[in-house]
């Protein structure tokens, strides 16, 4: 358990306080991050009772379960809808009223940390279920990619919000969802085909994809202003 509890624990963790360091200007409070980091972790349980009822809406549809449109379904629909909204909910109930989040990278912190939180729980389950064995797999950062796109697009919705201009807030609140949902889909879908072109095309995208976006990371930092 303790292996577990390690591998499932510190990866998350260095890469918040990696975050937290880029978070020159005002740090945020680690009380905060840490609940936002719990936030994250308890909404993994939302997004499985979610997934279990749109598992069973696509069976009641009859969709066949090994089909391509089932695969598509619940990778898309099911799956990273799921997941990518109830982290995203997990990141506001936890600080989008509160007096700290007050920087556009504020939003960044928060919801890669509200992803990690969700990760760290879910390769915990996991681990527990399949074994250590997974656990390199299960280092594949999709979660803070995902996080990292979320927040860069709340951190926009947010200063929209707080100026009056509600179309704007709405649209940068659908991308904050949108974007997540298609890298997530997409990800699992190319590796639940079996198609191993499909697999190894995903998995260098995705490595592609963390080096823009953590590279990105670095200048948002610099560039972060108060909203």
Same mark, same amino acid.
């Not at 250590?132 to 979320?150: E, K, V, Y």
């Given at each position: 358990?303790?292996? =577990?509890?390690? /591998?499932?624990?510190?990866?998350?963790?260095?890469?918040? =306080? #990696?975050? #937290?360091?880029?978070?020159?200007?005002?740090?945020?409070? &680690?009380?905060?991050?840490?609940?936002?980091?719990?936030?994250?972790?308890?909404?993994?349980?939302? &997004?499985?009772?979610?997934?279990?009822?749109?598992?069973? =809406?696509?069976?009641?549809?009859?969709?066949?379960?090994?089909?391509?449109?089932?695969?598509?379904?619940?990778?898309?629909?099911?799956?990273?809808?799921?997941?990518?909204?109830?982290? $995203?909910?997990?990141?506001?109930?936890?600080? /989008?009223?509160?007096?700290?989040?007050? %920087?556009?990278?504020?939003?960044?912190?928060?919801?890669?940390?509200?992803?990690?939180?969700?990760?760290?729980?879910?390769?915990?389950?996991?681990?527990?279920?399949?074994?250590?064995?997974? &656990?390199?797999?299960?280092?594949?950062?999709?979660?803070?990619?995902?996080?990292?796109?979320?927040? &860069? %697009?709340?951190?926009?919705?947010?200063?929209?919000?707080?100026?009056?201009?509600?179309? $704007?807030?709405?649209?940068?609140?659908?991308?904050?969802?949108?974007?997540?949902?298609?890298?997530?889909?997409?990800?699992?879908?190319?590796?639940?085909?079996?198609?191993?072109?499909?697999?190894?095309?995903?998995?260098?995208?995705?490595?592609?994809?963390?080096?823009?976006? /953590?590279? $990105?990371?670095?200048?948002?930092?610099?560039?972060?202003?108060?909203?």
């Amino acid at each position: 358990m303790n292996v =577990i509890l390690a /591998w499932g624990l510190i990866p998350p963790i260095l890469l918040i =306080i #990696y975050m #937290y360091r880029l978070d020159r200007i005002e740090k945020e409070p &680690a009380g905060l991050i840490f609940k936002t980091f719990l936030f994250g972790a308890l909404s993994a349980f939302a &997004a499985m009772a979610l997934e279990t009822l749109g598992e069973s =809406i696509l069976s009641a549809l009859g969709i066949y379960e090994e089909s391509l449109l089932y695969i598509f379904l619940s990778n898309f629909l099911v799956v990273a809808v799921s997941e990518e909204l109830s982290k $995203r909910t997990a990141m506001k109930l936890a600080v /989008w009223n509160h007096p700290e989040f007050n %920087f556009r990278f504020d939003a960044v912190i928060y919801s890669v940390t509200a992803a990690l939180g969700f990760a760290a729980l879910e390769n915990i389950l996991y681990m527990i279920s399949f074994g250590t064995g997974i &656990a390199l797999a299960r280092l594949i950062p999709t979660h803070s990619i995902c996080g990292l796109f979320m927040g &860069a %697009f709340l951190g926009v919705a947010k200063t929209a919000e707080l100026d009056g201009n509600l179309a $704007r807030r709405s649209l940068y609140m659908k991308l904050s969802l949108l974007i997540p949902i298609l890298i997530h889909g997409f990800y699992d879908f190319c590796l639940s085909t079996g198609s191993d072109t499909l697999s190894l095309f995903v998995l260098v995208f995705i490595f592609i994809l963390t080096i823009i976006s /953590w590279s $990105r990371l670095k200048k948002y930092a610099r560039e972060d202003q108060q909203i």
